[in-house]
């Protein structure tokens, strides 16, 4: 049997900003985090800063850990009606790899500027003390 996914609107939600009752809507998801104030890396001042409001901006401004995206699903409790959403950039995920190819050109664009100085000064060396 399918979970339905409790809907909610904006204006239900801002008066959820206090300590005994917090809600933040990040990419359109509703989460509850009055039980993760304690436990924020950051503080909970930055959290109720943001409670009862959409904190998608600040929340992608941080660059949150992949970890911390995890943790997110289990303070989910619901979703933005249709009707309150906006579109919203896809949440960055950093490629924290150094396996993507090189272009061809860096490589030698990386070398050719010391060897024209190397060029240059053997060229005014021999020139003034020979």
């Known amino acids: 049997m399918e979970q ?3 809907l909610f609107t904006r204006e239900e939600l801002k008066c959820r ?10 990419h359109n998801g509703v989460y509850d985090v009055t039980k993760f ?14 409670a009862g ?31 309150d959403r906006i579109q919203t950039k896809a949440a960055f995920a950093p490629q924290w790899s150094n396996d993507q190819p090189k272009e061809q050109g860096n490589v ?5 500027v010391p060897l024209a100085l190397a060029v240059a000064a053997t060229i005014l060396y021999r020139y003034l003390f020979a």
């Open 37 to 50: 104030l304690d436990e924020h890396p950051g503080g909970e001042e930055v959290l109720l800063e943001k």
């Open 53 to 83: 409001l959409d904190a998608t901006e600040p929340f992608e401004d941080v660059s949150h850990s992949s970890d911390a995206r995890s943790l997110m699903a289990k303070y989910k409790i619901g979703e933005l009606v249709e009707a």
């Open 17 to 26: 900003n206090t300590r005994d009752d917090a809600i933040l809507i990040i």
């Open 4 to 6: 339905q996914v409790k």
């Open 108 to 112: 030698w664009s990386a070398w050719l």
